[in-house]
C-alpha cells in the first residue's frame, strides 16, 4: 500500500514562515505529479500547489502565489512546501497528494486526479 508521510506543520505567529515536507516509503515522487491540498474547518478542500512530473513545472493558487514554493529533493524522495509571510487564513491541514497522469493543466490543483493522498498535518498561524 502506498504511503504518504507529511511533516514540518506546526504553531506560527503571522509573518513566519514553515516548511511542509512530503515522503514516501513506497513511491518515486519525481516519476508523480505531486499537489499540496488543504482543508480549514468547515471549508472545502483546496489545491494550494503542484509541481509537475515531467518539466517541474509549478502551479499555485492566487492566494499563495509568491509566498509558497514548492520544489523536490530528489536524492530524498520528498517534496517540500516553502510557506513564507503566512496569514492566520492559511490555517489548514496540510496533505500532499500523487498522481500518475493530470488530465490537463487545469486539472493540477483539483483533487479528482490524485491517486494516493497523506493523512495531513496540521499548520496554525496565530499570534
Known amino acids: 500500500q502506498v504511503q504518504l508521510v507529511e511533516s514540518g506543520g506546526g504553531l506560527v505567529q503571522p509573518g513566519g514562515s514553515l516548511r511542509l515536507s512530503c515522503t514516501s516509503p513506497g513511491l518515486t515522487l519525481y516519476l508523480n505529479n505531486i499537489a499540496w491540498f488543504r482543508q480549514a474547518p468547515g471549508k472545502e478542500r483546496e489545491g494550494v500547489s503542484a509541481?509537475?512530473?515531467?518539466?517541474?513545472?509549478?502551479y499555485y493558487a492566487d492566494s499563495v502565489k509568491d509566498r509558497f514554493t514548492i520544489s523536490r529533493d530528489i536524492a530524498k524522495n520528498t517534496v517540500h512546501l516553502q510557506m513564507n509571510s503566512l496569514k492566520p487564513e492559511d490555517t489548514a491541514v496540510y496533505y500532499c497528494?500523487?498522481?500518475?497522469?493530470?488530465?490537463?493543466?487545469?486539472?493540477?490543483?483539483?483533487?479528482?486526479?490524485?491517486?494516493?493522498w497523506g493523512q495531513g498535518a496540521q499548520v496554525t498561524v496565530s499570534s
Open positions: 497528494a500523487a498522481a500518475h497522469v493530470i488530465s490537463s493543466d487545469q486539472a493540477y490543483l483539483k483533487p479528482d486526479d490524485y491517486d494516493y
Open positions: 509541481i509537475d512530473n515531467s518539466d517541474d513545472d509549478t
